[in-house]
């Protein structure tokens, strides 16, 4: 192993395969131009090779910093799980008309149950349809736009947080450690989705990023 | 080249304006950004190498850099070139250094 793939092994750990090759690419490129340089000023094969190395400074510090812009590896998994969800949803029509009747129904009987008075039923099946419009009406809104998609994302917070407020009521603080145990894999997506945003030019972001 | 590591500066938060610095007038790979930093500030503005890449990275994801392939020498090689909205941004860091520099200088005195 040459200390340019010692280097390169470093400096890419936890790095999706994309990004690693990426890296590898703009890397090599560099220390190519750093070995030449070197050796057009006399240096000889090994001392050329040895001061690009050197010029490259840290891998490990190298290594951080990619990690805050390209994708890592958990990350590029992430993505993929998005875009297989998407993909699963959008390829069955039948699945799309579902997620749109579901929470159409949950709206309508509270409409009506509203009308005939029976208002507690009425309140839990308007917050539970307007919970699953937020939910599974996902695919029929026009979000496709980053602004849009931040006004979208924290009505589903506010929602997510109104619902648990809703269920539990006057309880709801006692029932914090529910709420810690279900909703931390969500925090931890939107978390990581955050930070995937933050990586990809808007331009490059799958449909689901917005979401 | 300074070897005093005193004049080896920490410049991490002024990277990227030096980068967009380097390629306003022309796109340039990478390997020429850093020369030209370093060769524009007589070796006083020293970095690691390899820390230039994120930070062009960076630059690119919020959208002040485009990066292309092309050919020289026979070689592929990625260029980058600065974009409307790093022009802006340049503007504004060269205003608010220049700002800065006045005030360091008020205080310390010309050298």
């Known amino acids: 192993m040459t200390q340019l793939d010692q280097w390169l092994t470093q400096a890419t750990a936890k790095l999706s395969s994309d990004s690693a090759a990426q890296v590898r690419a703009e890397i090599s490129e560099h220390y190519e131009s750093a070995r030449n340089a070197a050796l057009v000023k006399g240096a000889s094969t090994e001392e050329a090779g040895r001061s690009a190395i050197a010029a490259l400074g840290n891998a490990k510090t190298a290594n951080c910093q990619y990690r805050r812009v390209l994708l890592t590896s958990a990350e590029a998994k992430i993505l993929r799980q998005g875009q297989r969800e998407t993909g699963a949803i959008c390829a069955r029509p039948w699945l799309k008309a579902v997620l749109l009747v579901l929470p159409a129904a949950a709206l309508w009987s509270s409409a009506v149950l509203f009308l005939r008075g029976s208002n507690d039923l ?17 695919p029929f809104l026009p979000i496709y736009t980053a602004s849009r998609a931040r006004i979208f994302r924290w009505t589903k917070y506010v929602m997510l947080a109104a619902t648990f407020a ?13 709420l810690s145990c279900t909703v931390w894999p969500i925090f931890w997506i939107e978390w990581t989705r955050n930070t995937i945003r933050r ?7 799958p449909r689901h990023l917005y979401l | 080249m300074h070897s005093n590591s005193r004049y080896t500066l920490n410049f991490k938060g002024t990277l990227p304006t030096l980068i967009l610095e380097a390629i306003a007038h022309e796109p340039t ?8 930093i370093k060769e524009r500030s007589q070796g006083v503005l020293d970095f690691k190498e390899g820390t230039l890449y994120p930070a062009l990275h960076k630059l690119e994801n919020d959208g002040q850099v485009e990066s292309y392939e092309s050919v020289e020498n026979g070689r592929p090689r990625r260029y980058y070139r600065i974009t409307k909205s790093g022009r802006k941004m340049l503007a504004t860091d060269r205003a608010e ?11 310390l005195g010309e050298a």
Not at chain 1, 166 to 178: C, E, H, N, P, Y
Not at chain 1, 199 to 205: G, I
């Open chain 1, 166 to 178: 809703f269920v539990f009521g006057k309880d709801a603080m006692m029932w914090t450690w529910l």
């Open chain 1, 199 to 205: 990586k990809l030019p808007v331009a490059n972001w």
């Open chain 1, 122 to 138: 009425a309140r839990t099946l308007l917050v539970g349809g307007l919970t699953l419009l937020v939910a599974f009406g996902v």
């Open chain 2, 97 to 107: 250094w220049r700002q800065l520099s006045h005030a360091v200088t008020a205080i």
């Open chain 2, 29 to 36: 790979h990478g390997y020429r950004i850093a020369q030209q």
